[in-house]
Each structure stands twice: as C-alpha cells, then as structure tokens.
C-alpha cells in the first residue's frame, strides 16, 4: 500500500484522494509488481543494462517500442485503478449533500422574504381590524395568544422539544416579557390611532434611544460616529411628524413609549443570557407576556367590549370574519418575529440591520398603497431622511460590532 502512495505522489493529482479513501485489495499484488518493474526499468535506463537471468540486456533492447507499450499500459492500468475509485467516492459524498447545504444563499434569500412577507401582511391586517374594531389591548392579547397556542401545540408534537425551566430562568425572563409586552400594546395603540406608515416612521427613532440608553444607564461608551448617525433619524422623525395628516399625540406618545420599552428590552435581554434556543426563549417570553397583557386588557376594554364592542364587529362584518381576522392576525404576528429570530441566527448582525431597514421601507411603502394614505411632501421626505439614518447607524453599528468580534478572537 505504502507503494501505491508513492505512485500517486509522483504521478500528481490523486495522491490526496487515495490517502483518504482505501483501496480494493485485488489491486494490491498488481500495483506492487508494477511499482518495482517500473522501477527495474527506470534503474536499466539510467545503468545503461541489468542482469536478468544471469544475462545482460542492451540499452538498445530496453529503448525499443514494442518493449516500452505493456510498460506504459501498466502505468494507464495503475491510474486508472486509482482514480476510479476515488471519483466514485466524490460522487458518493456530494450525493449526501442536501438542498438546503448546497444552496445557501437561496434559503437565506427564503427567509428574508418570508419575514418581508409576513411583517407587511401583519401589518396590514392589523390595520384593517383596527378600522372596525378599535380595541388595541383587546387585539394586542389575540396576537400573544395565538402564538402561545401555536408554541404549545410545537412543543406536543416535539418540533421543537421543550426545554426545562426553573425559578432562575423565569427570573431573568420576567423583565424581559413585561418589557416585550409593554412595548407591544403601546405598538398596536399607536397603530390604531395614526397611519401604520406614522408609527413606522416614529419607531424608526427606536437606534437613538438604545444609544441613549447603552451610554447613560449601561455605561457604555458610544462613538461619536453613532451619534452623527441617529442625527439625520431625529431630523427626518421630526419633519414627518410636524406635517403628517392622521397626526395625533396618543399616537405619537404610544409609539415612543414602544420605542423605550424595547430598549429596556434589549438591556434585559443582555443580562438574561440564557442557554436556551431562540425558539423556546421566545415561547416562554410570550406566555408571560400574555398574563402580564390580560389584567389590563380586562380592564380598559372590557365593559366597553361587552356592551357594544363585539356586536358592532360582529354587525360590520359577520362572525366568521371577525373570528378569522383575529386567529390570522395572531398567527403572523407570531410567525413574523419567529422568522426574524431565526433569519437573525442565519446572517451576519450587519445583513440583518440592513435588511431591518429594508423592512421598515417595505411596510411604510405597502401600507400607504394599500390604505390610499395620503402624505404631505415634507412627510414624505423626513420620512426618507430618517429611513437613511437609521440604514447608515445599523452599518455603523454592525462594522463595530464586527471588529470587536475580531478583536476578541483574535
């Protein structure tokens, strides 16, 4: 075997290939006694003759054509066996490679568009609901609920297991969910009160406050280029909301409200590091945000829900509807952000913040076609200025985050 080795390094390409996968062993005494007549007849070249059978051959003999031709056979013979092979156990090994392996960039491209696809149709269909039934606390506990159900229903069927919680878990996760659950009824109170493009653009402040708050609460330094950055977001927010048309102050408190909420979220969220998958991290952040979201919702919308709420949604648009509004808008509530958390987990953080922004561009611009909002010009630029700076602090903030990697790494 040790000769075969020896062959191939000298012949080149295979010799890789034939480390690494064995040989047939019919091919071993072949191989051998071809080794050594090659090199018997390599050695008579250079020597000028050999003894063979007491005899010595002349040079003349050992140069001639038809002497040479089963050498060179032989030698065909060799690498041909080699080869064959190893080609068959490439074969075998790119046929174990799936789909998802050998396209990547395809299922990455799958997710962005799921999560686009999912945001808008959220978005929309919770608009819609909104205009024949303006109860955001009442809605904001459908969306939890609906995906808790779904949560519960994976984890029946095993897809995906359950992971163990214990009181030390469920402390580091309970600020985490109240935050979550604050900053997603406040969301969807804004929601209901201005154009969904209004409260995208206000959120869009939602970089400037966690800037704000990794500066002066965490005690991290933030660069100086960061804070140019959110410059042009505070300038476009407030041009846009100065000329806006369905402008109102619950809507634009509602939606800075959400913006500190998840800022305290993220904080939160850093120090509840836990060893648990992104799954059921959010499973169990959604079931505690909907015990902390149902007091509530009982009690500010619960006499009006039950004296005239339900039937004028029910009167407006039948049961049927209304029922399957509300199960739909749940469920991409729920899928949307589960797709965000895993496209997260897909990209590198600088990807995903850029493809955040083109989010925001996607449900600002769907949601004025859809709905026929109209738009002053000076809303409509703030609005792009704002867009702009937040795109350029995520690139910002991403290569800063990389070369800190590196630097730990290294």
Request: proline share 5%; charged share 10%; hydrophobic share 50%.
């Amino acid at each position: 075997m040790a000769s075969v080795g020896t062959l191939a390094g000298s012949g080149g390409g295979i010799s890789g290939l034939l480390r690494l996968r064995r040989q047939p062993t019919s091919l071993a005494p072949t191989t051998s006694l071809s080794f050594a007549t090659a090199r018997a007849s390599s050695s008579s070249l250079s020597e000028g003759g050999n003894l063979i059978s007491g005899r010595q051959l002349r040079p003349a003999l050992l140069l001639e054509p038809n002497l040479l031709k089963p050498l060179r056979q032989t030698r065909l013979i060799i690498a041909s066996a080699a080869s064959t092979p190893a080609e068959g156990g490439e074969s075998a090994g790119e046929s174990k490679v799936g789909f998802l392996e050998k396209y990547p960039v395809l299922v990455t491209g799958f997710f962005f568009f799921m999560w686009y696809f999912l945001n808008v149709i959220f978005n929309i269909l919770n608009k819609k609901i909104y205009n024949y039934f303006p109860y955001p606390y009442f809605v904001s506990v459908i969306h939890l609920g609906v995906g808790v159900v779904y949560c519960l229903v994976s984890w029946g069927v095993g897809l995906p297991k359950r992971a163990p919680m214990n009181s030390d878990l469920l402390k580091l996760l309970v600020p985490v969910a109240v935050c979550h659950a604050l900053g997603h009824v406040t969301s969807n109170i804004s929601f209901a009160a201005v154009a969904v493009s209004f409260t995208h653009t206000i959120k869009a402040l939602e970089p400037f406050f966690n800037a704000a708050a990794s500066q002066f609460i965490l005690g991290q330094q933030v660069p100086l280029t960061l804070w140019l950055s959110l410059a042009p977001v505070v300038l476009g927010v407030s041009m846009a909301s100065l000329t806006e048309l369905s402008f109102n102050w619950l809507g634009f408190i509602s939606a800075m409200i959400s913006n500190i909420s998840f800022t305290y979220r993220s904080i939160y969220s850093k120090k509840a590091m836990v060893d648990m998958d992104s799954t059921n991290v959010y499973a169990y952040i959604s079931i505690i945000a909907l015990i902390v979201c149902i007091p509530p919702a009982l009690i500010i919308e619960g006499p009006q829900l039950l004296q005239h709420g339900f039937k004028d949604a029910i009167a407006k648009v039948g049961l049927t509807k209304f029922i399957s509004d509300l199960f739909w808008v749940g469920m991409f509530y729920h899928l949307y952000n589960q797709v965000a958390t895993n496209t997260l987990e897909r990209v590198a953080p600088l990807t995903h913040a850029v493809g955040n922004v083109l989010k925001r561009v996607f449900v600002i611009g769907f949601s004025i076609v859809i709905f026929g909002n109209r738009i002053s010009t000076q809303t409509g630029i703030g609005t792009c200025i704002a867009i702009a700076g937040v795109a350029m602090y995520s690139y910002i903030k991403a290569q800063i985050e990389e070369e800190k990697r590196q630097a730990k790494n290294a």
